[in-house]
């Protein structure tokens, strides 16, 4: 299975980076995993709804040209679909038996995901109500998948 998560914005802090190596090493074992960053938009305090639409946009149309047209496209999205890790895992573990073996998994960034990124989405998975910065989201989503992975294979795991 190959594995591409696409995120806007490059990732600052050490202790996420820390945490995202760590993920990448247990997953070389299960799956083929790329980070594909994308360049921000400036977004300013006081912008106006049009601006705002504008920025995410262009931050979309820049995540999507790195999407292949077989590819199974998941967005992260705070109003998708919260389903449990055992749930992703069986999702992954059809997709990968149907022969969808290529997935990307789309972060959005501070303002969200463009219109034009939500209709090219095979699927809207969402991990709460609440909003979490699009960097924690990528090391949380490495974990789930990790999660899964070990699921998948029966292996132990925190329950
Ligand atoms: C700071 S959030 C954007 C908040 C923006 N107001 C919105 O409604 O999408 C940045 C990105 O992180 C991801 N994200 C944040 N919280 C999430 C959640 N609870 N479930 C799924 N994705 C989430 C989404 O991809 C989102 O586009």
Request: charged fraction near 30%; avoid cysteine.
């Amino acid at each position: 299975m190959k594995i591409t998560i696409i995120s806007v914005g490059k990732l600052k802090e050490k202790y996420l980076k820390q945490g995202i190596a760590e993920y990448m090493k247990r997953l070389s074992a299960y799956a083929k995993v790329d980070i594909v960053e994308v360049a921000d938009e400036k977004a300013p305090e006081n912008m106006s709804e049009a601006e705002m639409e504008e920025v995410k946009r262009k931050e979309g149309e820049r995540i999507l040209s790195h999407v292949q047209q077989d590819t199974y496209v998941i967005t992260l999205e705070i109003n998708g679909k919260m389903i449990s890790s055992e749930q992703l895992a069986d999702k992954m573990d059809q997709l990968a038996t149907y022969g969808k073996s290529k997935i990307a998994f789309l972060i959005g960034g501070s303002l969200g995901i463009s219109e034009a990124v939500q209709k090219r989405s095979d699927y809207a998975l969402s991990f709460s109500k609440m909003t979490f910065p699009h960097q924690l989201m990528r090391l949380v989503l490495l974990e789930q998948v990790y999660r899964g992975f070990r699921i998948i294979r029966g292996e132990p795991y925190h329950k």
